[in-house]
């Protein structure tokens, strides 16, 4: 019923830059926090940012200073700006919904850092 749909990922140079962006849609309610992961090849999937209903935030300390996230409640967006991007940032990126009905994930996009 719930939906999440991914973009903005690509291949970006060591020190550029990216905007990620997550459209909800669907029946959307009793939202508690929305956040980003990653997924690098191999890797477990890890949390990136996490924003709460009332705007706090929260950064894993390996994007901390480099990312920001943010949403647009009246457009049921949520975003991940990136900036400073590091080969190590390579990975799948998804969006994620946590609401009292429960979880719901994009199926991601990816970010690609490379020189």
């Known amino acids: 019923q719930v939906q999440l749909v991914e973009s903005g990922g690509g291949l970006v140079q060591p020190g550029g830059s990216l905007r990620l962006s997550c459209a909800a849609s669907?029946?959307?309610?009793?939202?508690?926090?929305m956040g980003w992961y990653r997924q690098a090849p191999g890797q477990q999937r890890e949390l990136v940012a996490a924003?709460?209903?009332?705007?706090?935030?929260m950064y894993a300390d390996f994007v901390k200073g480099r990312f920001s996230i943010s949403r647009d409640s009246a457009k049921n967006t949520l975003y991940l700006q990136m900036n400073s991007l590091k080969p190590e940032d390579t990975a799948e990126y998804y969006c994620?919904?946590?609401?009292?009905?429960?979880?719901?994930w994009g199926q991601g996009t990816p970010v690609i850092v490379s020189s």
């Open positions: 994620h919904v946590d609401m009292a009905r429960g979880n719901y």
């Open positions: 924003i709460t209903i009332g705007g706090m935030t």
């Open positions: 669907g029946s959307i309610s009793s939202v508690n926090n």
